[in-house]
């Protein structure tokens, strides 16, 4: 049966993920398109439901055994009803819900990274991207925009499937990350091409605006910054993590 109307039960409860207070209500978050759909798929993820566009290709696809060992409900939506559903400018005609995972606050294996503050959706997207990248898969997130949402999960490019997110209050994460020593991101900090981390640390991250909280600062033990040309004054955010990710994940001891 193909559902072809905008107010189906079943359309409107995946459309209400595109919202904090839909996947806060749900426990689930959106992965749409094929290459995050399949990576979604491979990375062991929970998939609650796959809409597919009704199309030849699609009901074709449904039908294989690949879709039957997932587990999930598998619905055809017509092309209003998907419409309704995405939250891409070009639909590539699948969208799966996928059931967001709950790690409590513990403390890291190894090196990690704390976002605090971060509120543009599409940086903590990218932050994820190139932790995944560079082996930073522990991230404790206080007070930042959501990682599930749509934006988020669009710009983490799959990372997100791969990555431990903890999300908590900044007091309490803090307090689990009492015993690891934490490495602040401030443009007047020790240059950062020079500094060497301990092999256990924690990069943290600031707000787009603000920087880093003031709880945080006072806790970190070490403040690097990235050497800036005349008159550049700060970098993007992801952009900063990711030079600082890779230059201290891969810091010569």
Same mark, same amino acid.
């Given at each position: 049966?193909?559902?072809?109307?905008?107010?189906?039960?079943?359309?409107?409860?995946?459309?209400?993920?595109?919202?904090?207070?839909?996947?806060?209500?749900?426990?689930?978050?959106?992965?749409?398109?094929?290459?995050?759909?399949?990576?979604?798929?491979?990375?062991?993820?929970?998939?609650?439901?796959?809409?597919?566009?009704?199309?030849?290709?699609?009901?074709?696809?449904?039908?294989?055994?690949?879709?039957?060992?997932?587990?999930?409900?598998?619905?055809?939506?017509?092309?209003?009803?998907?419409?309704?559903?995405?939250?891409?400018?070009?639909?590539?005609?699948?969208?799966?819900?996928?059931?967001?995972?709950?790690?409590?606050?513990?403390?890291?294996?190894?090196?990690?990274?704390?976002?605090?503050? #971060?509120?543009? %959706?599409?940086?903590?997207?990218?932050?994820?991207?190139? +932790? $995944?990248?560079?082996?930073?898969?522990?991230? !404790? @997130?206080?007070?930042?925009?959501?990682?599930?949402?749509?934006?988020?999960?669009?710009?983490?490019?799959?990372?997100?499937?791969?990555?431990?997110?903890?999300?908590?209050?900044?007091?309490?994460?803090?307090?689990?990350?009492?015993?690891?020593?934490?490495?602040?991101?401030?443009?007047?900090?020790?240059?950062?091409?020079?500094?060497?981390?301990?092999?256990?640390?924690?990069?943290?991250?600031?707000?787009?605006?603000?920087?880093?909280?003031?709880?945080?600062?006072?806790?970190?033990?070490?403040? #690097?910054?990235? %050497?800036?040309?005349?008159?550049?004054?700060?970098?993007? +955010? $992801?952009?900063?993590?990711?030079?600082?990710? !890779? @230059?201290?994940?891969?810091?010569?001891?």
């Amino acid at each position: 049966m193909v559902i072809v109307s905008k107010q189906n039960p079943v359309v409107k409860a995946l459309a209400s993920l595109k919202e904090k207070k839909g996947r806060r209500e749900r426990g689930t978050f959106l992965v749409e398109g094929s290459k995050m759909f399949s990576e979604c798929a491979e990375s062991g993820m929970e998939i609650v439901r796959i809409a597919l566009l009704a199309s030849k290709e699609h009901i074709a696809r449904a039908e294989t055994p690949h879709f039957g060992d997932l587990g999930a409900e598998v619905v055809l939506l017509g092309e209003d009803a998907f419409k309704a559903v995405s939250d891409e400018k070009t639909p590539q005609g699948i969208i799966a819900e996928v059931k967001i995972p709950t790690s409590p606050l513990v403390p890291p294996q190894g090196r990690c990274l704390l976002l605090d503050g #971060v509120s543009d %959706p599409a940086n903590v997207g990218a932050v994820i991207r190139t +932790a $995944a990248a560079a082996g930073y898969r522990e991230i !404790y @997130l206080a007070d930042c925009a959501d990682p599930y949402a749509p934006k988020s999960v669009r710009a983490s490019m799959s990372g997100i499937f791969f990555c431990k997110l903890l999300c908590g209050t900044r007091e309490a994460i803090l307090e689990t990350l009492g015993g690891v020593p934490l490495i602040a991101a401030d443009m007047d900090g020790e240059d950062v091409f020079s500094f060497v981390p301990p092999e256990k640390h924690c990069i943290c991250i600031g707000n787009e605006g603000n920087g880093l909280s003031e709880e945080v600062r006072a806790r970190a033990a070490h403040t #690097v910054g990235i %050497p800036m040309q005349h008159p550049v004054e700060s970098l993007n +955010a $992801a952009v900063s993590a990711g030079i600082m990710m !890779y @230059l201290m994940g891969y810091a010569k001891k």
